[in-house]
């Protein structure tokens, strides 16, 4: 092969390359552009965009979006008895501020908190979470103790994650969703 045959077969070759190696996807999650589409339709950074996979539960497509500055998700089970939240937000979790910090919009309860692995298990009033720190942002499942219990919350932790496109398109509305 010709110096110049090598020359025009790489560059033939480099899209095809690039690719492959996923030039345009962060690993595990949607194409940057449409993360960012998505982000923008909800009124939140692309950074706080998070969801998650809990057998019997699916997402509530109406629930989505951006609530006091965070990216928030409602979960609810099949038969709608049940939901978990999802939220997102920029605040920071230590064990130094773990108690001191409100769980949801329980405000005058005491917060417990207990490490479980990477995560913060939280409970305070008739309400628990789960908090996992990652990436600069909180990530947070929180339901009522009575209504969803704490393994189902455990899954959703343990099963948080960025969105693939395919996921991004289940959160938008189908006539928005189309082109993610």
């Not at 690039?18 to 996807?25: E, I, Q, R, S």
């Not at 979790?93 to 309860?109: D, F, R, Y």
């Not at 009575?146 to 189908?174: F, G, I, S, W």
Request: hydrophobic share 40%.
């Amino acid at each position: 092969m010709t110096q110049n045959s090598r020359a025009l077969l790489s560059l033939l070759l480099l899209p095809i390359l690039l690719t492959g190696c996923g030039a345009d996807k962060e690993e595990g999650t949607g194409t940057a552009a449409g993360l960012d589409a998505a982000a923008k339709t909800w009124g939140v950074e692309p950074e706080l965009v998070y969801v998650t996979e809990v057998s019997g539960y699916t997402v509530f497509q109406a629930s989505v979006g951006e609530y006091n500055g965070e990216f928030a998700a409602a979960y609810r089970s099949k038969d709608r008895a049940t939901r978990f939240g999802l939220f997102v937000d920029r605040r920071t979790l230590t064990a130094e501020n773990c108690s001191e910090q409100p769980l949801g919009e329980v405000t005058a309860k005491r917060v417990s908190c207990e490490r479980d692995g990477d995560a913060w298990y939280r409970k305070a009033g008739a309400s628990h979470e789960y908090a996992i720190p990652r990436d600069g942002v909180v990530i947070r499942l929180i339901a009522d103790t009575e209504k969803v219990d704490r393994a189902v919350l455990r899954k959703a932790a343990k099963t948080v994650h960025r969105p693939d496109d395919a996921e991004l398109a289940e959160l938008l509305p189908a006539t928005n969703g189309a082109g993610i």
